[in-house]
């Protein structure tokens, strides 16, 4: 399984960006697929959960900002954000996990335990 991400940039603040991260080798029901990401002197913490399930987990920080989308046929997940502020800034990494029942609950772990990650992609925002 390799995962790539694309789609940062440097923008202002209360623009959108789409974030993709493009999958090979996966099969998404047997795969947690989340995003996470990382700010300057900051811990990792998770941005989105997707489990098999349909269920969605979106950290307070960016709840009714972020939209994650899964296409199959495309084998990627997106991650929209809206209204970007200045403390969006970050690495944004896809990460992945291998369940057995990939629910949302199941796949809300930290990110040490998924053991698959992409190469991140940066997300700047300027006030």
């Known amino acids: 399984v390799q995962l790539a991400e694309s789609g940062g940039g440097s923008v202002q603040a209360g623009d959108s960006l789409v974030l993709t991260c493009a999958a090979s080798?996966?099969?998404?029901?047997?795969?947690?697929v989340s995003w996470f990401r990382q700010g300057p002197g900051k811990e990792r913490e998770a941005v989105s959960i997707l489990g098999s399930d349909g269920l969605t987990k979106y950290a307070n920080s960016v709840k009714g900002r972020a939209t994650t989308h899964l296409n199959i046929a495309q084998k990627s997940v997106y991650l929209q954000l809206t209204d970007l502020k200045p403390e969006d800034t970050a690495m944004y990494y896809c990460a992945a996990l291998s369940c057995t029942y990939c629910s949302g609950d199941y796949c809300s772990r930290p990110a040490p335990d998924y053991n698959i990650w992409g190469q991140g992609t940066q997300v700047t925002v300027s006030s």
């Open positions: 080798g996966i099969t998404f029901s047997r795969y947690c």
